[in-house]
């Protein structure tokens, strides 16, 4: 079946760089375009960043526009997210996501805590 | 930059029909945005419970239905469950790769 399990998170002060990883099975991963979501502590849900299938074209949200990195290794059908100068408004549940026009499976996600 | 709307809460009665509704701060909601619904509850990833305005996602009872009314989209329980109570949001597809969540709608069943 298909599982997406994200790995990375934790506690980080301000201004440093954390990367998520989220590993993928049980579909096509090369085939798939896949997102990054986020969910800070008793708010709502944003979208953050999709890459598509091949890595041609990136996305990102205004607010991490310039600060994120989305990327994919195909061979190892992993997604990445790298988040430098992370600021405490970061601070949030990531999920990564696969879908294109929607997302149809999720990850369990991965907590990152901004804090000094 | 593209603001989606929704229902901040809502409330429905043990049987009850509701529908909560998405829309844009400025413009309507038609098929081309793709409309997909989700269901959270604490603690819990989403659930996938409506895309591409009115597919039910895999193991979604059909109680659950999506549409477009006037100019916006829609999701309706019909029959409403205690389990039904939960956080509910539309995405709306708003251009090549761009995704934007509405801020959600919490329901209450009660």
């Known amino acids: 079946q298909v599982q997406l399990v994200e790995s990375g998170g934790g506690v980080v002060r301000p201004g440093r760089s954390l990367r998520l990883a989220c590993e993928a099975s049980g579909f096509t991963f090369s085939s798939s375009d896949m997102h990054w979501v986020r969910q800070a502590p008793g708010k709502g849900l944003e979208w953050v960043a999709v890459?598509?299938?091949?890595?041609?074209?990136?996305y990102y949200g205004d607010s991490v526009k310039g600060r994120f990195t989305i990327s994919r290794d195909n061979a190892k059908n992993t997604l990445y997210l790298q988040m430098d100068s992370l600021r405490a408004e970061d601070t949030a549940v990531y999920y990564c996501a696969r879908g294109t026009t929607h997302f149809d499976y999720w990850g369990q996600g991965t907590l990152v805590t901004v804090s000094s | 930059q593209t603001v989606v709307t929704q229902e901040p809460s809502f409330s429905v009665s043990p049987g009850g029909t509701v529908t909560l509704t998405c829309g844009l701060s400025s413009g309507s909601v038609s098929t081309s945005y793709y409309p997909s619904w989700y269901q959270q509850t604490p603690g819990q990833a989403p659930r996938t419970l409506i895309y591409s305005t009115n597919t039910r996602s895999s193991g979604v009872p059909d109680r659950f239905s999506g549409s477009i009314l006037g100019n916006k989209a829609a999701l309706t329980i019909t029959g409403a469950q205690a389990d039904d109570e939960s956080d509910y949001y539309c995405?709306?597809?708003?251009?090549?790769?761009?995704?934007?969540f509405g801020g959600g709608t919490k329901l209450t069943v009660l």
């Open positions: 995405v709306l597809y708003v251009t090549s790769g761009i995704s934007v």
């Open positions: 890459i598509w299938y091949d890595g041609s074209n990136k």
